[in-house]
């Protein structure tokens, strides 16, 4: 001990970081949203590109391909590079995807599908970072007893984009486009 005090302080208890905690929720909701968002615009995008059902359902089904081929990779990612960064290169892709997909149209007929089918494949790939990165870093930010509750909120985000994207695709569909399904995300991404 010196005159000033003691020679070791008591370990102070870290704040969780609240504010990059948002920012991960903000782009988490975005991502499962999206999951759901386009299942209502299906019939119009068989109509507007002249795909048939077996083939339009490789929107979906090849996003959630994607997302279960990456998202155990991204362990590996974690494990080698910074948190900013691969939010960053999460957001990024995805934001490239849902700008490639919703300029599909512009793209003659024949190939509007295939890119579509494109943007859909990067934003999987940016979804998929997102997801385990969020869980990580809920985990690693939050002390043990109060993990269950950081937990909650993730499976709120989780569970309500998912829900609310076909309602939310549903009344877009009735006044615009269904390029603007995609559109709509854009500022949300910057």
């Given at each position: ?19 990059r ?9 975005i ?6 968002l386009?299942?209502?615009a299906?019939?119009?995008?068989m ?80 979804s ?8 990580n ?39 615009h ?14």
């Amino acid at each position: 001990m010196t005159a000033s005090g003691p020679a070791t302080s008591a370990p102070t208890e870290k704040k969780p970081p609240y504010g990059r905690l948002a920012v991960l929720m903000i782009g988490a909701f975005i991502s499962f949203l999206n999951n759901t968002l386009l299942n209502v615009a299906l019939p119009s995008i068989m109509a507007d590109l002249a795909v048939g059902p077996s083939v339009v359902q490789w929107l979906t089904t090849g996003f959630m391909l994607i997302n279960g081929i990456l998202i155990p990779a991204t362990a590996f990612l974690i494990e080698n590079y910074s948190v900013r960064r691969l939010f960053l290169v999460s957001m990024s892709l995805f934001a490239a995807g849902t700008v490639l997909a919703g300029n599909a149209p512009l793209f003659p007929q024949s190939a509007a599908f295939a890119v579509l089918l494109l943007g859909r494949m990067i934003q999987a790939s940016g979804s998929a970072i997102m997801m385990p990165l969020l869980m990580n870093v809920m985990l690693v930010s939050f002390p043990v007893e109060r993990r269950g509750a950081a937990m909650g909120v993730f499976g709120l985000v989780l569970m309500f984009a998912p829900a609310v994207g076909p309602t939310l695709s549903g009344w877009i569909l009735q006044y615009h486009h269904w390029r603007m399904l995609f559109d709509m995300l854009v500022p949300w991404l910057l």
